[in-house]
């Protein structure tokens, strides 16, 4: 067998099909209080199976929270909410943002490719409705008040499946804002940066991952790579929820989180508020790797602010 595809140190995809991932640091959850939050691991479908972690916050009152849904990055093929990075991000974002944070383990690509990561992260928020009177966490949680986060291919998630939820009558009213995180979109026209001779290292593993998630035969045109595909109608459209995008000054992915919030800014419809903010010397899901830096602290900050804003 041979390696037609390798991340290294991530992932290795051989001529045969077969697939290894390399996992990094990994953390188990707790429901022992620990640095002002508690975790816990929950199956939200067993058929599939997609699984997630909550992160409930300590608190001396009898409080309900807003509930934040993040998917994690790994261009579709790698990631899970076990990891070590994810896990003290999340936890520390669920006490500075006082939210229920479910983080959500969808099934991955080449095994898998999309649109299932979009189908399997929509029914985690299906699983959130139908388990609020069995699930002891959720009778926290204030439902009316649902944002959902991700980085890169998790940013790119987000959209995908907002864009379900505000088609559907259940969470029509409930979601109420946006927090993509360095979101992995694609075209097959290049960006500027993109087509800088620096970048073509970084240019080539994106394209990898794409050709590893993307529907065969499809190409970066595809709607899940390329927003601006999106068949929605100006009623849909006036629907969608406010948005923060954040962006990393030395990401490669910078330009497409920037267009993307201009391309929510002039679409007909769209009334809510759009934002972009730019951690200017930070490099991609810098918040992972480094998730107790000073950075890392302020994006928390700068999330928490937005979710507070819609607190009744």
Known sequence: MSIVAEAPGYIQVFSDGSVKRFEPEIA???IE????YMSKDVVIDSSKPILGRMYLPESSVHQHFPVL??????GFCIGSTTWLGYHVFLGDLSVSSKSIILSVDYRLAPENRLPIAYEDCYSALEWLIKNIEFEPWLKRADLSQLFL????????IVHQVAIQAITSEVFRGRLKGLLPIHPYFGSEKRT???MDNGSAGGVEMNDMFWRLS???????DYFGCNFENAQ????EW??????IVFVAGLDLLKERGVTYAEFLKKKKGVKSHVKVVEAEEQVHVYHVFHPESEATRLLQNQMSDFINSFRK
């Open 149 to 156: 986060s991700g980085d890169s291919a998790g940013g790119n």
């Open 69 to 74: 849904v993040y998917f994690h990055g790994g």
């Open 28 to 30: 188990t959850a707790s």
């Open 192 to 194: 500027e940066l993109e």
């Open 33 to 36: 209080p620990s640095n002002g």
């Open 238 to 243: 006036s629907q969608f929820p406010a948005v």
């Open 232 to 235: 929605l109608s100006v009623a």
């Open 214 to 220: 993307l529907p065969q035969g499809s190409n970066r």
